[in-house]
T-cell receptor, first 112, second 113 residues
Framework: ETGVTQTPRHLVMGMTNKKSLKCEQH?????MYWYKQSAKKPLELMFV???????ENNSVPSRFSPECPNSSHLFLHLHTLQPEDSALYLC???????????FGPGTRLLVL | TQLLEQSPQFLSIQEGENLTVYCNSS?????LQWYRQEPGEGPVLLVT?????EVKKLKRLTFQFGDARKDSSLHITAAQPGDTGLYLC?????????????FGQGTTLQVKP
């Protein structure tokens, strides 16, 4: 399944860096999501966008800033991250916010 | 806080054995998905169950949704090394239109040849 793509696949950054993660879906879906997956913890929902509007912010620190310019693209802007932010960041999309979600391959992030 | 308890967390079995993974919650879900994830990749959808009591089969995998839509199970018959991976269940919050999925912690399955 290559309907949801994410770049970069791997990222190493210092705590003072600014970087962005990109997600693109080619499925014609209207809802897009960011998740964080850390070791030994369940997948954590971060943000939900439905028709380009943010409908959920799951108490995410402001050093993570999402952007959804259109229904096909989703960004996660990163600024002054902490080492504990190191994780696999997954993007997903679904036809609508109540339907099954399809995941991208993720970006493995390491914050030094 | 809505929780989805998945068990067991780890399972190591020999090829040909059968196994069952359980997913339990005190919350009612409008639907429940099962995903399989390989190292370094995103979760891949296996099945979605919607109706209480529903049973779906995918080759050697059998998925069941509890009558009350609070729990689910995944049964694998005659496991193969290719079944190795992380199995995740995820429940769709009932009346929400925000797309909130609640994930279990996952079951890491290792099938030895």
């Amino acid at each position: 399944e290559t309907g949801v793509t994410q770049t970069p696949r791997h990222l190493v950054m210092g705590m003072t860096n600014k970087k962005s993660l990109k997600c693109e879906q080619h499925l014609g879906h209207n809802a897009m999501y960011w998740y964080k997956q850390s070791a030994k913890k369940p997948l954590e929902l971060m943000f939900v966008y439905n028709f380009k509007e943010q409908t959920e912010n799951n108490s995410v620190p402001s050093r993570f800033s999402p952007e959804c310019p259109n229904s096909s693209h989703l960004f996660l802007h990163l600024h002054t991250l902490q080492p504990e932010d190191s994780a696999l960041y997954l993007c997903a999309s679904s036809p609508s916010s109540e339907e099954t979600q399809y995941f991208g391959p993720g970006t493995r992030l390491l914050v030094l | 806080t809505q929780l989805l308890e998945q068990s067991p967390q780890f399972l190591s079995i020999q090829e040909g054995e059968n196994l069952t993974v359980y997913c339990n919650s005190s919350s009612v879900f409008s639907s429940l998905q099962w995903y399989r994830q390989e190292p370094g990749e995103g979760p891949v959808l296996l099945v979605t169950v919607v109706t209480g009591g529903e049973v779906k089969k995918l080759k050697r995998l059998t998925f069941q949704f509890g009558d009350a839509r609070k729990d689910s199970s995944l049964h694998i018959t005659a496991a193969q090394p290719g079944d190795t991976g992380l199995y995740l269940c995820a429940g769709q919050v009932g009346s929400s239109n925000t797309g909130k999925l609640i994930f279990g912690q996952g079951t890491t399955l290792q099938v030895k040849p």
